[in-house]
T-cell receptor, first 113, second 116 residues
Framework: AAGVIQSPRHLIKEKRETATLKCYPI?????VYWYQQGPGQDPQFLIS???????DKGSIPDRFSAQQFSDYHSELNMSSLELGDSALYFC????????????FGEGSWLTVV | AQSVTQPDIHITVSEGASLELRCNYS??????LFWYVQSPGQGLQLLLK??????LVQGIKGFEAEFKRSQSSFNLRKPSVHWSDAAEYFC??????????????FGTGTRLTIIP
């Protein structure tokens, strides 16, 4: 079965650079979530989209932005990168209805040097 | 505010022994509860979930969890662990957003080590 696809899987950027992560949800899933997991930490909710509209916002820095496109894929844009942004970024998707399972991708490793 | 507590940071179990990972939650309404497993450098895989109904939930890989409202707990169990069960386990509660969908709040995780 198709899963949540994230790209790139690994990314190395320098401080103050910009990075873009892409997420392709499971087909027919209309809700996308972004989570950030720092080293040794639990995943922290950043932002979610339902039917291309932002549905919820968590601890996402102002330097980050995200959107969901007409084909339901989503992109997380991170600017002015800081060393502390180094983390595993998960995308997840679901059908949006309450109670449905949220499926996670394999994650994108971002290292800021 | 909602929260999830996993009291055990690290647990070591012998292969073939039974396992119980603890999870306590704080949430004002009826919770949606989940257990996810994460192998090193990998994504999060759903083991099981509780939404309503039978409080004993069966999951994949031989895991089960029991929802106890009176104790605000959702402990994960397995009768006999295998070396491949070594991983990080996260308990999570689903919070309903304004749009009716939900986001997950995770506990800090329990790292499971299996010894021969």
């Amino acid at each position: 079965a198709a899963g949540v696809i994230q790209s790139p899987r690994h990314l190395i950027k320098e401080k103050r650079e910009t990075a873009t992560l892409k997420c392709y949800p499971i087909p027919r899933h209309d809700t996308v979530y972004w989570y950030q997991q720092g080293p040794g930490q639990d995943p922290q909710f950043l932002i979610s989209f339902y039917e291309k509209m932002q549905s919820d916002k968590g601890s996402i820095p102002d330097r980050f932005s995200a959107q969901q496109f007409s084909d339901y894929h989503s992109e997380l844009n991170m600017s002015s990168l800081e060393l502390g942004d180094s983390a595993l970024y998960f995308c997840a998707s679901s059908t949006g209805a309450s109670g449905n399972t949220i499926y996670f991708g394999e994650g994108s490793w971002l290292t800021v040097v | 505010a909602q929260s999830v507590t996993q009291p055990d940071i690290h647990i070591t179990v012998s292969e073939g022994a039974s396992l119980e990972l603890r999870c306590n939650y704080s949430y004002g309404a009826t919770p949606y509860l989940f257990w996810y497993v994460q192998s090193p450098g990998q994504g999060l895989q759903l083991l099981l979930k509780y939404f309503s109904g039978d409080t004993l939930v069966q999951g994949i890989k031989g895991f089960e969890a029991e929802f106890k409202r009176s104790q605000s707990s959702f402990n994960l169990r397995k009768p006999s662990v295998h070396w491949s069960d070594a991983a990080e386990y996260f308990c999570a509660v689903g919070i309903i957003s304004n749009f009716g969908n939900e986001k997950l709040t995770f506990g800090t995780g329990t790292r499971l080590t299996i010894i021969p």
